[in-house]
């Protein structure tokens, strides 16, 4: 047994004498259980599946296109979740998984690939989320988003938000973006991750990747020393805090591109979750700095295709062109969405209007459509 192993095995014994007997913590770091988690893993790369739960009473399930398909193996009981995911993690988030009953971070298999998973508890036992992480590099024609969002990447500076719920793609169309730049400039690209999921190669750009908990403590701090370390592009893989809103908004106005994300389910609530983090009395302030920083928003979702396996995305476009800035400006949210309707020609586009694209296009059907649209009679205006 290694240093790290004996220290791990008197962690765990440490938590079993303080646990109830049904919660107490096995470690198995045998290769029977290494093989077990990289069957399922195998299982889950050659059915094409997005990610792999492991939750006690369950059978490992499958989420394939959106939806989830059990494995059909028996239901996992919290040793075997235990033997599963315990030896994926080193010292310091065993200490965090005790401390916070969550943590997150990514792994690598050979021949598989690699792997973002999130450990938690539940129901006092222990569960996992495994996402799996492609290996090449998506771009905005094999993500089917409107090739438009390339001159994006041109601009010397600004905010580019991208927004939708978990799970919709927001991670691939950053990681498109930012090939796009590696390809044609020759910048200083530092990414911000929890964890890396993407990892690109340098082409034309140098590109570093730093990551939250291995590399960093937190974004807040990380965003602000980068500030000194001469970037051209900054990719924050999420606003969480106002600190870090603020200082990405700084960077934004001061020379640099910065890309982000945030969940929210379209643009206009983009600008209004990111102004309600700040106390009212700060608002009217960072409402001029958003407008003065903000290149573009882009919200979107995945919605089921009509055979029943592929999914597109629907996007919502706003752009920030002299109207769209001086609407947020003076506060008038509720205008920006008859600016985003009507700017077409700007590259803009309202969800409904996206939503109405694909029907007409038979990629999805009109009742997914309705399912996924927020704006019902738009919809029904646009479909005609």
Not at 83 to 91: F, I, K, S, Y
Not at 293 to 322: F, K, Y
């Amino acid at each position: 047994m290694g240093e790290y192993d004996s220290e791990l095995s008197k962690i765990v014994a440490e938590l079993n004498r303080a646990a109830p007997s049904q919660q107490r913590v096995a470690v198995m770091r045998s290769p029977a259980s290494t093989a077990s988690l990289d069957q399922l893993l195998g299982l889950a790369v050659s059915r094409g599946a997005s990610d792999v739960l492991l939750v006690v009473g369950a059978s490992p399930v499958l989420r394939v296109q959106g939806s989830l398909t059990s494995t059909a193996r028996a239901p996992l009981e919290a040793e075997e979740v235990r033997n599963l995911v315990l030896p994926l993690l080193d010292e310091p988030q065993v200490d965090e998984l005790q401390k916070r009953k969550s943590v997150d971070l990514s792994f690598m298999r050979e021949g598989l690939g690699r792997f973002r998973v999130n450990i938690h508890y539940q129901r006092g036992t222990l569960a996992a989320s495994i996402r799996l992480l492609p290996s090449r590099i998506p771009s905005l024609e094999s993500l089917h988003l409107p090739p438009t969002l390339a001159k994006l990447t041109d601009s010397r500076q600004g905010l580019v938000l991208v927004t939708g719920p978990t799970g919709c793609g927001k991670s691939s169309t950053l990681a498109a973006l930012i090939d796009i730049i590696n390809g044609k400039h020759q910048k200083h690209v530092v990414t911000i991750e929890d964890p890396v999921e993407y990892q690109h190669s340098n082409r034309k750009a140098i590109i570093e990747q730093i990551e939250v908990g291995r590399d960093t403590p937190d974004f807040a701090g990380t965003l602000r020393s980068l500030m000194r370390q001469s970037p051209d592009v900054i990719l924050v893989g999420e606003m969480r805090d106002p600190e870090t809103m603020a200082t990405a908004l700084t960077a934004a106005e001061t020379g640099h591109l910065v890309l982000s994300t945030l969940h929210t389910n379209d643009a206009i609530q983009a600008t209004a979750r990111i102004l309600d983090a700040f106390p009212a009395g700060n608002q009217g302030q960072m409402r001029q700095q958003l407008s003065l920083a903000l290149l573009a928003v882009i919200a979107q979702q995945l919605v089921p295709g009509l055979d029943g396996v592929s999914r597109w995305p629907a996007t919502e476009i706003m752009i920030a062109t002299d109207s769209v800035r001086a609407l947020v400006r003076k506060g008038d949210d509720h205008q920006l969405r008859s600016q985003i309707s009507v700017g077409r020609s700007d590259g803009m586009m309202t969800m409904e209007q996206s939503l109405a694209d694909l029907v007409r296009t038979n990629k999805i059907s009109r009742d997914a459509a309705y399912a996924h649209g927020f704006r019902t009679d738009d919809l029904a205006r646009y479909l005609g």
